[in-house]
T-cell receptor, first 112, second 109 residues
Framework: NAGVTQTPKFQVLKTGQSMTLQCAQD?????MYWYRQDPGMGLRLIYY???????DKGEVPNGYNVSRLNKREFSLRLESAAPSQTSVYFC???????????FGEGSRLTVL | KNEVEQSPQNLTAQEGEFITINCSYS?????LHWLQQHPGGGIVSLFM???GKKKHGRLIATINIQEKHSSLHITASHPRDSAVYIC???????????FGKGTHLIIQP
């Protein structure tokens, strides 16, 4: 089983460029999440989707947009990348809002 | 917002030692998670618990709701246990999980 798949694994952007991180899960989970992980800090929630068709802001949503395309896919878009968005991004899913989390392998983004 | 503190931040031990990693939080929760992150980044869920104790192989997780404290124990530690161990809590007023900063564990042969 693939579990949670996110792409790309690595990306370098210039300030002002845009990009989309893709995430897909094959476990029929309702809830999906985007986190960022920065050195010396815990994982922080950017956006989450409790079910298909709904999305909500997390702790650090500024500069990001998301789309829950269907039950499987949850994408994260940076419209105008900034150096402060250099980070490792993790997509995760769970059966419901409360439950065991399954993570993707992470996407390392560098904004120059 | 819940404050999650892990200790120690870094831990180096010899193979075979008994390891304890601690997690404390400030506000009552509905559940607590222990996660493992190996070098290279992948994050795996180890335990989710809301009371008592859970065991999986050489790993044991306990939680004391009254004291707002959880521990992760590793028995007969092995170099492959080297990883970052992350505590995360659900509830306490936050959306979703609040994560600790992690404990970097190195087990030397």
């Amino acid at each position: 089983n693939a579990g949670v798949t996110q792409t790309p694994k690595f990306q370098v952007l210039k300030t002002g460029q845009s990009m989309t991180l893709q995430c897909a899960q094959d476990m029929n989970h309702n809830s999906m999440y985007w986190y960022r992980q920065d050195p010396g800090m815990g994982l922080r929630l950017i956006y989450y989707s409790a079910s298909e068709g709904t999305t909500d802001k997390g702790e650090v949503p500024n500069g990001y947009n998301v789309s829950r395309l269907n039950k499987r896919e949850f994408s994260l878009r940076l419209e105008s990348a900034a150096p402060s968005q250099t980070s490792v991004y993790f997509c995760a899913s769970s059966q419901n809002r409360v439950g065991e989390l399954f993570f993707g392998e992470g996407s390392r983004l560098t904004v120059l | 917002k819940n404050e999650v503190e892990q200790s120690p931040q870094n831990l180096t031990a010899q193979e075979g030692e008994f390891i304890t990693i601690n997690c404390s939080y400030s506000v009552g929760i509905s559940a607590l998670h222990w996660l493992q992150q190996h070098p290279g980044g992948g994050i795996v869920s180890l335990f989710m618990l809301s009371s008592g104790k859970k065991k999986h192989g050489r790993l044991i997780a306990t939680i004391n709701i009254q004291e707002k404290h959880s521990s992760l124990h590793i028995t007969a530690s092995h170099p492959r246990d080297s990883a970052v161990y992350i505590c995360a809590v659900e509830g306490g007023g936050a959306d979703g999980l609040t994560f600790g900063k992690g404990t970097h564990l190195i087990i030397q042969p």
